[in-house]
T-cell receptor, first 111, second 116 residues
Framework: GDSVTQMEGPVTLSEEAFLTINCTYT??????LFWYVQYPGEGLQLLLKATKADDKGSNKGFEATYRKETTSFHLEKGSVQVSDSAVYFCALFSNDYKLSFGAGTTVTVRA | ETGVTQTPRHLVMGMTNKKSLKCEQHLGHNAMYWYKQSAKKPLELMFV???????ENNSVPSRFSPECPNSSHLFLHLHTLQPEDSALYLC???????????????FGPGTRLTVT
């Protein structure tokens, strides 16, 4: 079935560092792709999404581009802050109407 | 209250107990979901309700029993659980179900369940 694979964490960075979290997907057709974020003690929140190839989703300084040729949707941020410390989940919405999540990547940003 | 709320936030229960988790959404959405989040594993979709009708049961053991009395409320009834059922149980809602590619799923904070 359709699935996503994201890089394992944890990832520890200093403030203002560049962040990349890799995500690749396996799917039939062209699924919509998402990044969700989970801050400590909270539920998941949608961070950004892309619904077709070459779309770029962006929010709060984060970006991800839907790459059909590499089946990827990598998350990037040019300058992270301590407040970006969270767990990040890549997800896809498949043809069977399910949102399938990756295992999550824990990011810790140190001041 | 706004968004999606879940109660209780924490629950410890023995294997012979019966308990229920409650989820309420204040967003006017039509679809509601239960997910299980275990450490170092992807979120697992358990159940989906669309307009109060169950549309998805993702091979969940019968010791988990969902109930959706209306589009705003969702329950997960628990009985004779096993220690491996300990996890964070997340509720979510969205405006649409089959159109969920275009509709964000809004998540509650979860119930941290520990089965002893």
């Amino acid at each position: 079935g359709d699935s996503v694979t994201q890089m394992e964490g944890p990832v520890t960075l200093s403030e203002e560092a560049f962040l990349t979290i890799n995500c690749t997907y396996t799917a039939t057709g062209y699924p919509s792709l998402f990044w969700y974020v989970q801050y400590p003690g909270e539920g998941l929140q949608l961070l950004l999404k892309a619904t077709k190839a070459d779309d770029k989703g962006s929010n709060k300084g984060f970006e991800a581009t839907y790459r059909k040729e590499t089946t990827s949707f990598h998350l990037e941020k040019g300058s992270v802050q301590v407040s970006d410390s969270a767990v990040y989940f890549c997800a896809l919405f498949s043809n069977d109407y399910k949102l399938s999540f990756g295992a999550g990547t824990t990011v810790t940003v140190r001041a | 209250e706004t968004g999606v709320t879940q109660t209780p936030r924490h629950l410890v229960m023995g294997m012979t107990n019966k308990k229920s988790l409650k989820c309420e959404q204040h967003l006017g959405h039509n679809a509601m979901y239960w997910y299980k989040q275990s450490a170092k594993k992807p979120l697992e979709l358990m159940f989906v309700y669309n307009f109060k009708e169950q549309t998805e049961n993702n091979s969940v053991p019968s010791r988990f029993s969902p109930e959706c009395p209306n589009s705003s409320h969702l329950f997960l009834h628990l009985h004779t659980l096993q220690p491996e059922d300990s996890a964070l149980y997340l509720c979510a809602s969205s405006q649409g179900y089959r159109e969920a590619a275009n509709y964000e799923q809004y998540f509650g904070p979860g119930t941290r369940l520990t089965v002893t």
